[in-house]
């Protein structure tokens, strides 16, 4: 997920030893906090399992977050993550499209 930077810098300021070095990295070992994001006017909210937001491993010790900083670019790419932990179904025609989100059993 590519987030706002102060979203991104608060996200990880929760998790022990987590490091900023062009990237956010955490130690492999770390278990990580869910996170939580508002969808739409309704504001209607997915949790993305802590379990979820390890995205894979830099090195033996490290991994790369889920979380990353768009570093003060207009864009939010919210992108897998939140795809893979909620149902999402894309629905309507005729000028009339929208998105639609369900929990997932445990999320």
């Known amino acids: 997920m590519i987030v706002d930077p102060s979203v991104a810098e608060e996200y990880w300021s929760h998790v022990p030893n987590a ?6 990295l955490f130690p492999c070992v770390q278990t990580l906090p869910s996170f ?3 969808i739409g006017r309704r504001g209607y909210k997915i949790t993305i ?11 033996r010790d490290y991994c790369y977050g889920g979380i ?7 864009y939010q790419v919210y992108g897998d993550l939140m795809f893979r932990s909620s149902f999402v179904v894309f629905y ?13 059993s445990g999320s």
């Open 68 to 74: 990353q900083s768009n570093r003060g670019n207009p």
């Open 92 to 104: 309507g025609g005729a000028g009339n499209l929208g998105l639609g989100f369900a929990a997932k």
């Open 49 to 59: 399992p802590g379990e979820m937001l390890n995205y894979a491993p830099v090195n």
């Open 36 to 38: 939580g994001v508002a």
């Open 19 to 24: 490091i900023y070095s062009g990237a956010y």
